[in-house]
């Protein structure tokens, strides 16, 4: 009984900028890593970026100085905000968390995705 709703998605010009949210909602007890994946059409899924609890932060080498993750343990949330946007960061994005229920059980959730366009 989690969910991760993500929102922010949309069509960007090449180098405009957009934020992503993602917030994740029901029977929470903590939440460890939160992290950004995202899937071009004909590739695999891929990791953007990863923020620990201790806010500890990886990026992929091709959105690293652009994006930036970020967390809000108040608000169960996590964002990613993309910079300098280039076409090739066209895909859906999904959020994903390793959530921890209130009954203790952990395991990883993923949101449905957002679709991000950029128009060169």
Sequence with gaps: ????????????QAGGSLRLSCAASGSIFSI??????????????????????????????????RFTISRDNAKNTVYLQMNSL???DTAVYYCNAFVVTRTYS?????GKGTLVTVSS
């Design 1 to 12: 009984q989690v969910q991760l709703v993500e929102s922010g998605g949309g069509l960007a």
């Design 32 to 65: 460890g890593n939160m992290g950004w994946y995202r899937q071009a059409p004909g590739k695999q899924r891929e990791s953007v970026a990863i923020i620990t609890t201790d806010n500890s932060t990886i990026y992929v080498d091709s959105v690293k100085g």
């Design 86 to 88: 280039k076409p090739e």
């Design 106 to 110: 952990g395991m990883n959730y993923w």
